[in-house]
Nanobody, 127 residues
Framework: QLQLVESGGGVVQAGGSLRLSCAAS????????MGWFRQAPEKEREFVAA????????HDADSVKGRFTISRDNAKNTMYLQMKSLKPEDSAVYYC????????????????????WGQGTQVTVSS
């Protein structure tokens, strides 16, 4: 069992930066691949970034490449999403999620492959 709590969202002007955190409770965190997703109003939940269990492999959506960086600190049971050069189209509720663990390389971008989800944190980028 994992409980996930996101924080760090807020309102920022276009071009600005934010860092999201995902605090996990539960022993399984250090062995589980993790991901960030986002959902804007009336849109489907979309993949943002993913990181493997020890942080040495990451994947990013094309829309955020070069602007967002995912990382994790297993000693702190926390995952991060550093976001820079934010755009209005980045506005959404951002969710962290824990992967089921199987076939991560092939399924890291699929919401259905994640077992545990946080409650989300709102990011609003003004133009």
């Amino acid at each position: 069992q994992l409980q996930l709590v996101e924080s760090g969202g807020g309102v920022v002007q276009a071009g600005g930066s934010l860092r999201l955190s995902c605090a996990a409770s539960g022993r399984a965190f250090t062995s589980v691949p993790m991901g960030w997703f986002r959902q804007a109003p009336e849109k489907e939940r979309e993949f943002v970034a993913a990181v493997n269990w020890n942080g040495d492999t990451t994947h990013d959506a094309d829309s955020v490449k070069g602007r967002f960086t995912i990382s994790r600190d297993n000693a702190k049971n926390t995952m991060y999403l550093q976001m820079k050069s934010l755009k209005p189209e980045d506005s959404a509720v951002y969710y962290c999620a824990a992967h089921r663990g199987s076939f991560w390389v092939a399924t890291y971008s699929l919401p259905g492959s994640y077992e545990y989800w946080g409650q989300g944190t709102q990011v609003t980028v003004s133009s």
